[in-house]
Structure formats: structure tokens, C-alpha cells
């Protein structure tokens, strides 16, 4: 056995790579990517180290090519989920004792491989699958994810540094358990970082899991199986299945062992979660830990005196990278009057020279939608802006599906502050403007914090510092991550911890040690080298000359 407090190296965010035209990056990326899309893969579920085929096969294929044919996955049934929690509790004892340091080389070495061998593949499996384009998969799927593993490392080793005092005759000692059971981690389509940071904050504290991912995921979610495996994750820790979200809740939150879920999806689904696991609280073993990330409703508000162009860019990017399926993508803007028409004319301009299409051109800045659910939602929305006397569409507006899901970046300006687009979240390219009196910046505010019941970011631009605070204040609750004169997107491990509250969720920051906290059970010890031998106190002894006739009161 190893004697000695171990320090893990110093985390530093991985460096994204540029991609430019004749870089060894991008020769590499576009040869992975031809590779692959020459390829139709046999997808199988993972379940205690097996390869798991049921013959039920469903198609995948890039939402910007949905002719294409990627290769076909697995689907289960309730049999396979119930498979899944026996391996994961049998993989538990020894997981759970192997030491800390042993669990942490084997991330460690998953953010290296993920560096080197297999970043080329990730993100060419991100940019086919989930229509990303080569900077997206990038900072997604291989520097944030990387950036997962070597902090969460890091803040694993700071939580169990933390200790309680001890006075003289005692050693008092914290021990950080794993919880009681196995946990659930339900992952999203749209980050392939956070499909893998999922599962994998979970099983760095001692846990096993059963991860579903969503079904739009789970080409690259393969890949990332194949990357835990190589980095030395014992069968059973993770073991991912390919079931139908109602089919698995139905034997997950009923089970006994069932210990917490780790999520990211629609908030609709969450508070369904909760819901379901209130009502059966009484069938299991302790409190199951429920961490949720959900939906987002994010803005951008100017003051009369931002910088026109920042707030246009923060626009541009903030609402249509990644064809605005980010839970942080910017969503509702707050224009002044004095500068709307420039800002809104600068966004325009932008607009125009977007490119859109296909992945494997690199020089198409916007893809298309993960779904054709998700175009059709989107175009319905699209619609009825422009038959609807309160909105106006100033940009984009176009959509086509007949190859891939391309629903055109889109411009919607509002007379109406609590106009539809302003209030549902949409998940897609489309941003909705109000222009409010430039004299009413303070009103606006509580117009921006009371018109969603989402927390997720927002954005403040102002060349004033008094507005900045003014904003800081009175929108404290309105975003779980705030930002001044910068776009609401690109949180950063390390950097931006991430979460919000209300309908956005539990707000408990992934990326951070907050996150790890809530993947253990601690337990506190105190041990006393020379125990009392007298159970009388020093108070009860009598001085000389004190007089104690009292007789005892309540005895036998």
C-alpha cells in the first residue's frame, strides 16, 4: 500500500487548436472525418465490460445529411437497464475502496488520450453526428472535456485535503464516501463534454453509474466509451445503455440502490424526475442526490452606453454558434432606442456573410439542428412571427430540410417584451429583440429578470460602471453565470463554474468542486487517545468549607 499525500499535476486548460487551412490538425480532422463517414458502425450497449446486441437497431445519421448513413445502435429494454444496475453494484466494493490516487490516474490518462490519439476521432464523430462544426467540436468535445478530467482531478484531491481541527487529545478525521447505491447519469445531444464529464465526476469520487445518453449522442457518446475503456475504467463502472428514457426511469427510480442522477436535458423532463422521485422516497436505502442542469431563456441587455459593436458580436456569436443549441445561447435581447438600429445593422451585416451547410466545409460558420422535431418546432415558431402583427423578422427567417435540418440564423424584433419568443425556449438559431425607451434602462431591468422563469446566463453591456452594478444587483437572481461585456456563452473549467438556478436547475457547477461535493457521503471521526475513565465532570467536585446539605432530587 502507498503511504503519502499525493499532489496531482496542476491543471491548465487545454489549448484549442486553430484548424487554419494546411495546419497538421486540420489534415488530420478531415482525413478522420472521410474515414468515418466511409464507415457504418455496429453500435452495442456497454454493460459490465459486454458488448450488449439486441437486434433492435435504429439508424444514425448527420442531421445536415439525413440520407447518410453513420451505422445503426442497439436499443434496450427495461432487462437491459436492470442489467446495468447489477453490474454497476457489483463493480462497487472494489471500486469504492480502490484508493483515490489510483481512480485519478485513470482520468488523468483519459484527458491525455483525449489530447493526443483520440481527439481527431471525438471530434470528428461530434462534427458528424451532432452537426458541429470543427471550432465547436473543439472547444466541446476535446479541450472542455480534457479540461473535465484534469480539474475535476484536481478538485477531488483539494476535497479530501479539507479536514477539521482537533484539539489536544483527539484527531479528529473527514472521510469523503461514495454514496450508497448507484447513480443515474442522463445526458444531452448538444455538448459531447458534458455527456462525458457526467458520468465520469460521478465515478472519479468512488460511484458506479448506469449512463444513458440521449439518443442523438450516441455516436460520439460510442467513442467515448472506447476512450474510458483505454484509460483503464474497470468494467461495471460506467456502464451505458441505448433504453427509452420513460422505460428507464420506470426501473431506475424504483430501485432500492438508487443513490442520485446527474443530469442535463429540458426542464420539463427534470421536474418530472423529481416529481418521480419524491413519490417514491420511501423505497430507498438514504436521500438520493438530484443534480440537474436544465434549460436556459438567456439574454443580452445594452445599456445606452455600451460599445454598438461588442453588443452585436456578443450577439452574432452568443445566438447562433452551434445554431444556437447551447443552454447558454443568447436568446432575448434588451436594445436601447439610441443604439438599437446600429447594433441590429451590424448583426445584419454579419448575417450576410454566415455561410451555412455541411460540417466538412470549413468554411460554414452555422450547421444545422440536431432533429427534424426540432426544425419543425423551430420553423412553427418561425411563422408565426411573420403572421403575427407584434413581431417582424429583420433577418433570416428561411429554413429547408429536404438534405439536412438548416433552419437559417434569424432576427426577430418585438414590440411586445413578453412576445412568445421572447419568453418559450426555442433551442435553435433564432433570437428575439425588444427595443425599450433608452430612459428606461432601471424598468427594463425588472422586465428582464421577471419575463422567464429560467436562470441560467445573461449578459450586461454598459461603458458605465454604475449601470454595471445596478444591473449586477438588481438581476442577482436572474443568472447562475453572469457576464459584463462579454457574450453568455463559453463558460471555461476552471474559469466559469456553471449552473444556474429557478427553472434552470440545481446551480451546482460543473466544472468546480461544488459539483464533486454532491458525488459523496462524508463521514467524520473522532478519536481520543486517552479516554475518561470517571464520568464525573470537574463541577461536580466541593470545595473545602462548602456546605452541600441539598438533598438529591428524582432518585430511585
Given at each position: 500500500?502507498?503511504?503519502?499525500?499525493?499532489?496531482?499535476?496542476?491543471?491548465?486548460?487545454?489549448?484549442?487548436?486553430?484548424?487554419?487551412?494546411?495546419?497538421?490538425?486540420?489534415?488530420?480532422?478531415?482525413?478522420t472525418?472521410?474515414?468515418?463517414?466511409?464507415?457504418?458502425?455496429?453500435?452495442?450497449?456497454?454493460?459490465?465490460?459486454?458488448?450488449?446486441?439486441?437486434?433492435?437497431?435504429?439508424?444514425?445519421?448527420?442531421?445536415h445529411?439525413?440520407?447518410?448513413?453513420?451505422?445503426?445502435?442497439?436499443?434496450?429494454?427495461?432487462?437491459?437497464?436492470?442489467?446495468?444496475?447489477?453490474?454497476?453494484?457489483?463493480?462497487?466494493?472494489?471500486w469504492?475502496?480502490?484508493?483515490?490516487?489510483?481512480r485519478?490516474?485513470?482520468?488523468?490518462?483519459?484527458?491525455?488520450?483525449?489530447?493526443?490519439?483520440?481527439?481527431?476521432?471525438?471530434?470528428?464523430?461530434?462534427?458528424?453526428?451532432?452537426?458541429?462544426?470543427?471550432?465547436?467540436?473543439?472547444?466541446?468535445?476535446?479541450?472542455?472535456?480534457?479540461?473535465?478530467?484534469?480539474?475535476?482531478?484536481?478538485?477531488?484531491?483539494?476535497?479530501?485535503?479539507?479536514?477539521?481541527?482537533?484539539?489536544?487529545?483527539?484527531?479528529?478525521r473527514l472521510?469523503?464516501?461514495?454514496?450508497?447505491?448507484?447513480v443515474?447519469?442522463?445526458?444531452?445531444?448538444?455538448?459531447?463534454?458534458?455527456?462525458?464529464?457526467?458520468?465520469?465526476?460521478?465515478?472519479?469520487?468512488?460511484?458506479?453509474?448506469?449512463?444513458?445518453?440521449?439518443?442523438?449522442?450516441?455516436?460520439?457518446?460510442?467513442?467515448?466509451m472506447?476512450?474510458?475503456?483505454?484509460?483503464?475504467?474497470?468494467?461495471?463502472?460506467?456502464?451505458?445503455?441505448?433504453?427509452?428514457?420513460?422505460?428507464?426511469?420506470?426501473?431506475?427510480?424504483?430501485?432500492?440502490?438508487?443513490?442520485?442522477?446527474?443530469?442535463?436535458?429540458?426542464?420539463?423532463?427534470?421536474?418530472?424526475?423529481?416529481?418521480?422521485?419524491?413519490?417514491?422516497?420511501?423505497?430507498?436505502?438514504?436521500?438520493?442526490?438530484?443534480?440537474?442542469?436544465?434549460?436556459?431563456?438567456?439574454?443580452?441587455?445594452?445599456?445606452?452606453?455600451?460599445?454598438?459593436?461588442?453588443?452585436?458580436?456578443?450577439?452574432?456569436?452568443?445566438?447562433?454558434?452551434?445554431?444556437?443549441?447551447?443552454?447558454?445561447?443568447?436568446?432575448?435581447?434588451?436594445?436601447?432606442?439610441?443604439?438599437?438600429?446600429?447594433?441590429?445593422?451590424?448583426?445584419?451585416?454579419?448575417?450576410?456573410?454566415?455561410?451555412?451547410?455541411?460540417?466538412?466545409?470549413?468554411?460554414?460558420?452555422?450547421?444545422?439542428?440536431?432533429?427534424?422535431?426540432?426544425?419543425?418546432?423551430?420553423?412553427?415558431?418561425?411563422?408565426?412571427?411573420?403572421?403575427?402583427?407584434?413581431?417582424?423578422?429583420?433577418?433570416?427567417?428561411?429554413?429547408?430540410?429536404?438534405?439536412?435540418?438548416?433552419?437559417?440564423?434569424?432576427?426577430?424584433?418585438?414590440?411586445?417584451?413578453?412576445?412568445?419568443?421572447?419568453?418559450?425556449?426555442?433551442?435553435?438559431?433564432?433570437?428575439?429583440?425588444?427595443?425599450?425607451?433608452?430612459a428606461q434602462?432601471?424598468?427594463?431591468?425588472?422586465?428582464?429578470?421577471?419575463?422567464?422563469?429560467?436562470?441560467?446566463?445573461?449578459?450586461?453591456?454598459?461603458?458605465?460602471?454604475?449601470?454595471?452594478?445596478?444591473?449586477?444587483?438588481?438581476?442577482?437572481?436572474?443568472?447562475?453565470?453572469?457576464?459584463?461585456?462579454?457574450?453568455?456563452?463559453?463558460?471555461?473549467?476552471?474559469?466559469?463554474?456553471?449552473?444556474?438556478?429557478?427553472?434552470?436547475?440545481?446551480?451546482?457547477?460543473?466544472?468546480?468542486?461544488?459539483?464533486l461535493l454532491?458525488?459523496?457521503?462524508?463521514r467524520?471521526?473522532?478519536?481520543?487517545?486517552?479516554?475518561?475513565?470517571?464520568?464525573?465532570?470537574?463541577?461536580?467536585?466541593?470545595?473545602?468549607g462548602?456546605?452541600?446539605?441539598?438533598?438529591?432530587?428524582?432518585?430511585?
Amino acid at each position: 500500500m502507498a503511504n503519502g499525500f499525493f499532489n496531482v499535476p496542476t491543471p491548465i486548460n487545454e489549448p484549442v487548436k486553430g484548424y487554419a487551412p494546411n495546419s497538421p490538425e486540420r489534415t488530420e480532422l478531415l482525413k478522420t472525418l472521410k474515414e468515418l463517414k466511409q464507415q457504418e458502425r455496429d453500435i452495442p450497449m456497454h454493460i459490465g465490460g459486454q458488448e450488449v446486441r439486441t437486434g433492435t437497431t435504429h439508424r444514425i445519421f448527420p442531421p445536415h445529411d439525413h440520407q447518410h448513413t453513420l451505422g445503426f445502435f442497439h436499443e434496450g429494454d427495461a432487462s437491459h437497464v436492470h442489467q446495468a444496475i447489477d453490474a454497476a453494484l457489483a463493480a462497487r466494493p472494489a471500486w469504492a475502496e480502490l484508493p483515490w490516487e489510483q481512480r485519478a490516474a485513470i482520468f488523468l490518462k483519459a484527458a491525455e488520450l483525449l489530447a493526443g490519439p483520440y481527439r481527431a476521432r471525438l471530434n470528428a464523430a461530434t462534427m458528424l453526428g451532432q452537426s458541429k462544426n470543427a471550432f465547436q467540436a473543439e472547444i466541446d468535445a476535446a479541450c472542455e472535456l480534457i479540461d473535465f478530467f484534469r480539474f475535476n482531478v484536481h478538485f477531488m484531491q483539494e476535497l479530501y485535503h479539507q479536514q477539521p481541527q482537533s484539539q489536544p487529545g483527539m484527531w479528529n478525521r473527514l472521510e469523503h464516501r461514495p454514496l450508497e447505491g448507484f447513480v443515474f447519469a442522463l445526458t444531452p445531444f448538444n455538448f459531447t463534454s458534458i455527456a462525458g464529464n457526467l458520468p465520469t465526476a460521478v465515478a472519479m469520487m468512488g460511484n458506479v453509474v448506469v449512463w444513458k445518453p440521449a439518443y442523438t449522442q450516441i455516436y460520439s457518446a460510442q467513442v467515448l466509451m472506447e476512450l474510458f475503456k483505454e484509460a483503464g475504467l474497470p468494467d461495471g463502472v460506467i456502464n451505458l445503455i441505448y433504453v427509452d428514457g420513460p422505460v428507464a426511469g420506470e426501473v431506475i427510480f424504483q430501485h432500492r440502490d438508487f443513490a442520485g442522477i446527474h443530469f442535463t436535458g429540458s426542464t420539463g423532463v427534470f421536474q418530472n424526475i423529481w416529481q418521480t422521485i419524491g413519490q417514491n422516497i420511501k423505497r430507498y436505502k438514504s436521500y438520493p442526490r438530484i443534480v440537474g442542469e436544465t434549460g436556459g431563456k438567456d439574454f443580452i441587455l445594452a445599456h445606452p452606453s455600451a460599445h454598438a459593436k461588442a453588443v452585436a458580436t456578443a450577439i452574432t456569436r452568443g445566438a447562433f454558434e452551434y445554431q444556437g443549441q447551447k443552454c447558454s445561447a443568447a436568446s432575448r435581447i434588451y436594445l436601447p432606442s439610441n443604439l438599437a438600429d446600429e447594433i441590429l445593422g451590424y448583426v445584419k451585416q454579419d448575417l450576410a456573410t454566415f455561410k451555412m451547410g455541411d460540417v466538412e466545409d470549413f468554411s460554414n460558420f452555422v450547421n444545422a439542428v440536431i432533429s427534424e422535431t426540432s426544425f419543425d418546432k423551430l420553423a412553427k415558431y418561425i411563422d408565426g412571427a411573420k403572421a403575427d402583427n407584434n413581431a417582424e423578422i429583420v433577418a433570416g427567417g428561411g429554413y429547408d430540410k429536404s438534405k439536412g435540418y438548416f433552419i437559417e440564423p434569424t432576427v426577430i424584433v418585438t414590440k411586445d417584451p413578453k412576445y412568445t419568443t421572447m419568453c418559450d425556449e426555442l433551442f435553435g438559431p433564432v433570437v428575439t429583440v425588444y427595443i425599450y425607451d433608452e430612459a428606461q434602462f432601471e424598468q427594463t431591468l425588472e422586465v428582464v429578470d421577471s419575463t422567464s422563469p429560467y436562470a441560467l446566463t445573461g449578459a450586461i453591456f454598459s461603458q458605465d460602471r454604475y449601470a454595471v452594478e445596478l444591473a449586477s444587483k438588481k438581476l442577482v437572481q436572474a443568472a447562475g453565470n453572469f457576464y459584463i461585456n462579454d457574450k453568455p456563452t463559453g463558460a471555461v473549467v476552471g474559469q466559469q463554474p456553471f449552473g444556474g438556478a429557478r427553472a434552470s436547475g440545481t446551480n451546482d457547477k460543473a466544472g468546480s468542486l461544488l459539483n464533486l461535493l454532491r458525488w459523496v457521503s462524508p463521514r467524520a471521526i473522532k478519536e481520543t487517545f486517552v479516554p475518561p475513565v470517571d464520568y464525573r465532570y470537574p463541577f461536580m467536585g466541593v470545595e473545602t468549607g462548602e456546605n452541600l446539605n441539598v438533598t438529591g432530587q428524582g432518585g430511585f
